[in-house]
């Protein structure tokens, strides 16, 4: 049985997560970590100034982290030095919080880190990889959706799909909406939406003369996330202390 706590519990990807460790025959929920403390699912939820205590006493094997960025990073820390697996799903790091967590985790424990854990998605980066390498010498555009309450923009998702457009293209400029005369040169242009219950979608637009190439992955329930981030919890425990992505996950 592989023990599971998760920080951020009370939200809406913890609440998701722990429902399907709930309902997972060789997993077991032990609790976890938020803000305000309370209870889940029958088993504890602390708040964040408890969670190294949390981690003796209940000894999870994974620990997975939605919260807000630099809550993760204190949290990953925490798990690090416990010698806890980790999966984490928080977004809008810092290139600073990034490095603080790259250097907590190796060398001490295994981690999975993605900034999307649907399995579509991680095919539809694979499909952009493609577009881009081959459609370099078109305009091309991001455009994400997500709900009124998301706090990081653009989404950690559409930030891995401008890191992969930069690999395939070189073009490494963004242009973050636009206003005013703004003649289009080179630059990726990246268009953030935010409004009502929209759970997560993305558009990758190719634009040449007389013709254009859209690629859309739409995200309709939290659970395409969550079923990701069991598999991941699956995965982790026992590998060697290191970052692991999904392609390994999924055996992309
Ligand atoms: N990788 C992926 O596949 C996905 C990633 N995400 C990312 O996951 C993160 C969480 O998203 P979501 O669940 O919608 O957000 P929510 O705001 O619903 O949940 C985050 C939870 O973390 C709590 N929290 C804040 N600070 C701390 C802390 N210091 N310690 C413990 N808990 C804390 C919040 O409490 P309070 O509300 O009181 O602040 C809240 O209960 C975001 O970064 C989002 O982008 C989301 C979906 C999929
Ligand atoms: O905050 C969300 O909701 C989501 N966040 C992730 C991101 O920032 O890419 C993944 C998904 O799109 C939902």
């Keep these: 049985m592989t023990k ?31 803000v305000n403390a309370g209870t889940l699912l029958g088993a504890p939820v602390v708040p964040s100034s408890e969670i190294r205590t949390f981690l003796q006493e209940e000894k999870p094997d994974v620990l997975i982290d939605f919260t807000i960025a630099h809550a993760a990073v204190e949290n990953i820390i925490a798990a690090s030095e416990a010698g806890v697996a980790l999966v984490v799903g928080t977004t809008g790091f810092s290139p600073e919080q990034r490095s603080k967590i790259d250097a907590a985790i190796n060398g001490s424990v295994p981690a999975v880190i993605s900034s999307n854990y649907s399995v579509g998605m991680n095919i539809f980066w694979r499909l952009v990889r493609e577009a881009a390498s081959r459609l370099g010498d078109y305009d091309i555009e991001v455009i994400e959706a997500h709900h009124r309450y998301k706090k990081d923009a653009p989404s950690g998702t559409a930030r891995t799909i401008l890191e992969i457009i930069g690999e395939e293209t070189g073009k490494t400029e963004c242009m973050y909406g636009r206003e005013g005369m703004t003649e289009r040169k080179d630059e990726v242009g990246v268009h953030v939406v935010r409004g009502g219950d929209i759970v997560g979608d993305h558009t990758v637009l190719f634009a040449a003369n007389n013709e254009t190439i859209e690629l859309s992955h739409r995200a309709y329930d939290r659970a395409v996330f969550a079923h990701g981030v069991i598999r991941a919890a699956r995965y982790v425990p026992g590998k060697a202390p290191g970052i692991y992505s999904m392609d390994e996950v999924l055996d992309l």
């Design 4 to 34: 599971i706590a998760i920080c951020g519990a009370l939200g809406r990807m913890g609440t998701t997560i722990a429902n399907l460790v709930n309902e997972a025959d060789d997993l077991m929920f032990v609790g976890g970590v938020d």
